[in-house]
């Protein structure tokens, strides 16, 4: 479970504000994915990775934006962060498609 | 796009009974069916998956079964414990194009194992 990490864990910041999220994983898995998970809702996918530089949407992507330039980081960011993005984020990976996806730890995000 | 509906919500049982959520889902070809448990503050832990050429699986208390004509499958634990209390997602996975695949989550049961 140490493979995937996120960062940082307790996150508040206001409306409007950008904000990063990070996640980072040493197993070298191809797949990454960003959740979402809400009282009601489950986990919802945001946008995920087959490999660097291919990123598509998931069933919630507006107001968020990812990259990935290096296999082992998947960065989320919230350009104008509103209200109805308070949520518990989290990142996950898995070695191929298909597969067991390993989570990361969360980040609680609030906004205010 | 894929929806997958879980049953119960919530689940209470007495210890050493059993327990089963069922999930549908309304998409054509789902390939792959995990079932992840969530203890409170933790991150979501596979606990069992099936593939869709596979009609069943157990692992030791648990096991799965698919039923692709009714486009349903269920979790099922036996003689269940204190720890099996958290809250359980099932999920449907299916290809998309450009590769890789995408998971849709059920909504979650709440489980709780009695004394």
């Known amino acids: 479970d140490a493979g995937i990490t996120q960062s940082p864990r307790y996150k508040i910041t206001e409306t409007g504000r950008q904000v990063t999220l990070m996640c980072h994983q040493t197993?070298?898995?191809?797949?990454m994915f960003w959740y979402r998970q809400d009282l009601g809702h489950g986990l919802r996918l945001i946008y995920y990775s087959a490999a660097a530089d291919i990123t598509d949407k998931g069933e919630v992507p507006d107001g968020y934006v990812v990259s990935r330039s290096k296999t082992e980081n998947f960065p989320l960011t919230l350009e104008s962060a509103t209200r109805s993005q308070t949520s518990v984020y989290f990142c996950a990976s898995s070695v191929n498609r298909d597969y067991e996806q390993y989570f990361g730890p969360g980040t609680r995000l609030t906004v205010t | 796009g894929e929806n997958v509906e879980q049953h119960p919500s919530t689940l209470s049982v007495q210890e050493g009974d059993s327990a089963v959520i069922k999930c549908t889902y309304s998409?054509?070809?789902?390939?792959?069916f995990p079932w992840y448990k969530q203890e409170l503050g933790k991150r979501p832990q596979l606990i069992i998956d099936i593939r869709s050429n596979v009609g069943e699986k157990k692992d030791q208390r648990i096991a799965v079964t698919l039923n692709k004509t009714a486009k349903h499958f269920s979790l099922h634990i036996t003689e269940t414990q204190p720890e099996d209390s958290a809250v359980y997602f099932c999920?449907?996975?299916?290809?998309?194009?450009?590769?890789?695949?995408?998971?849709?989550f059920g909504t979650g049961t709440q489980l709780k194992v009695e004394l």
């Open positions: 197993w070298s898995h191809s797949y």
């Open positions: 999920a449907a996975s299916r290809e998309v194009t450009g590769g890789g695949n995408k998971l849709t």
């Open positions: 998409d054509s070809a789902p390939n792959y």
